[in-house]
């Protein structure tokens, strides 16, 4: 039998279980809150009380695209959306940071869409739609005061861009522009649109399946960064700003146009990404790339003069002899393997080059051209080999004879050692991938062991289960036995 002091404390614990403390926080914390659910839930606390429907309508940021992580979300509409913003309150009509939704559209409603986005003065607007034809860049954008952030990308089949005429004065605060499946064969030459004028405080931009673009010109001296993708018929890139740090260029150039330029006025450059991209006629940078950390070089091979295209290539790899860090593709490295690669050319200028990465099949007519890279990267301290298996390659397997020093692939990799010096005196990191114990990456292991004075660790990974253990027992042993005898490295198998 309970006494009246527990009921009493069973009492009181009732009533403090019964407290609603949530609804006592700020607006402003309350709205934290909610904006870690997904848009669903946060609806249906609307239901709760006018003050937490009015909360709900006063949130800062709608994104309906994670309404996804529901297993059964409602149906969002863009008739929903735009009820939605028809019922925010006046007072919070200009507290809108940002809008994100993914729906089928027509372009009445998404213009219908964006202007009361604008009226509720959204700094940040992410939109992907599909609509059944091609549609304009909807005005109510262009003449938004408060727009910091744009996204728009067309799932399906895409948006023309609005003459450059009538966006003056227009995009005065965007800082971030990015824009998919873009329709230009009216408009292919775009060399005032991304200017000053126009976007006076961008600082990233990207570009992504610009069709029929045959001219670009990007002249903004805030930019930051600025990505470039899929678009095939390019012929001209002109890109320049003190202030670009990062630029990015993906699957370009691909019209088989005799004449493609790519001129760069970035001196403050620190990242250069070049993948995918058909040899052009001619790159120019305007000023060294003094600042220049990183770059990756993956070019395609689109025509059938190779001079013409290792020319090139090496033209652009020279431009960037301040990289502390290159990755080169397995197509460049082809090129570069070519009679007339880099064997018939001098040395590239890597006198800064730290980190090397190479992706290659690693056949026997790539060794000399991996030779002079090395030469080229006196100050080497990091090599990754990333090796390419497939059924074209002309690797020869290891056999007994490997070891005898007498083997062409190492009597050429011993030929090189004085010519390597600085090289295998500044290296002490290599990390081989794809390692199937073939005679060229076997001699190569062998070589950079017996040679590195400053080695200390070698990594080997390969990519399938070996059948032979005893085999691989036999190599692993030869070469913790150069290992010894020479750089002493610590050798790691993966």
């Not at 605060?173 to 824009?179: E, I, N, V």
């Not at 070519?338 to 690693?362: A, C, D, I, W, Y």
């Not at 691989?472 to 010894?484: A, E, H, T, V, Y």
Request: proline share 3%; net charge positive; glycine share 2%.
């Amino acid at each position: 039998m309970e006494t009246r002091t527990v009921k009493r404390k069973k009492k009181k614990k009732e009533e403090l279980i019964k407290v609603d403390r949530i609804s006592n926080l700020p607006d402003s914390l309350i709205h934290q809150i909610l904006l870690l659910l997904p848009l669903q839930s946060a609806a249906i606390t609307s239901s709760l009380s006018k003050r937490w429907r009015s909360l709900f309508l006063s949130l800062p940021d709608l994104d309906f695209t994670s309404i996804n992580e529901n297993p059964k979300p409602p149906s969002f509409s863009s008739k929903s959306i735009c009820q939605l913003l028809s019922l925010r309150h006046h007072r919070d009509a200009n507290n809108l940071r940002s809008l994100r939704f993914r729906t089928p559209i027509t372009f009445s409603s998404l213009n219908s869409l964006i202007r009361l986005a604008v009226t509720h003065q959204v700094q940040d607007l992410d939109v992907e739609v599909t609509t059944k034809d091609y549609f304009n860049f909807p005005r109510w954008i262009v003449t938004s005061q408060k727009l910091r952030a744009l996204k728009l990308k067309s799932s399906y089949p895409g948006f023309r861009l609005p003459p450059s005429s009538s966006i003056s004065g227009g995009f005065q605060k965007l800082t971030s522009l990015s824009l998919s499946l873009v329709i230009l064969h009216n408009q292919p030459h775009l060399s005032d649109f991304f200017t000053d004028p126009n976007f006076p405080l961008l600082e990233k931009l990207a570009l992504e399946n610009c069709l029929g673009l045959k001219e670009l010109r990007v002249c903004c001296r805030l930019l930051q960064e600025f990505t470039l993708q899929n678009s095939l018929q390019l012929d001209s890139l002109e890109v320049s700003g003190n202030n670009l740090r990062r630029l990015k260029v993906v699957s370009c150039f691909h019209s088989y146009s005799k004449e493609s330029v790519v001129k760069i006025n970035t001196p403050n450059l620190k990242t250069f990404l070049w993948n995918s991209n058909a040899v052009t006629t001619t790159v120019h940078f305007l000023d060294k790339l003094v600042c220049l950390r990183k770059a990756f070089v993956g070019v395609l091979l689109l025509h059938q003069d190779i001079n013409f295209q290792t020319q090139c290539l090496f033209t652009l790899l020279s431009e960037l002899g301040h990289s502390y860090k290159l990755q080169l593709g397995n197509q460049s490295v082809e090129i570069l393997s070519s009679k007339k690669g880099l064997v018939k050319n001098h040395l590239l200028p890597f006198h800064n080059m730290r980190f090397l990465e190479l992706q290659t099949r690693f056949d026997r007519h790539n060794v000399q051209a991996l030779a002079c890279l090395f030469k080229s990267c006196p100050m080497l301290n990091i090599l990754l080999l990333k090796i390419i298996n497939d059924q074209t390659s002309e690797r020869r397997q290891w056999n007994k004879d490997l070891w005898d020093m007498s083997n062409s692939e190492i009597q050429y990799w011993e030929s090189q050692t004085s010519e390597m010096e600085s090289f295998l005196n500044n290296l002490e990191f290599v990390e081989i991938h794809g390692f199937l114990e073939c005679e060229n990456e076997m001699s190569l292991a062998i070589f950079l062991l017996r040679h590195g004075k400053a080695l200390i660790k070698m990594t080997l990974r390969s990519s399938f289960l070996c059948r032979d253990n005893l085999r691989r027992q036999m190599i692993r042993s030869q070469l913790m036995g150069f290992s010894k005898a020479s750089s002493k490295a610590k050798i790691s198998f993966h």
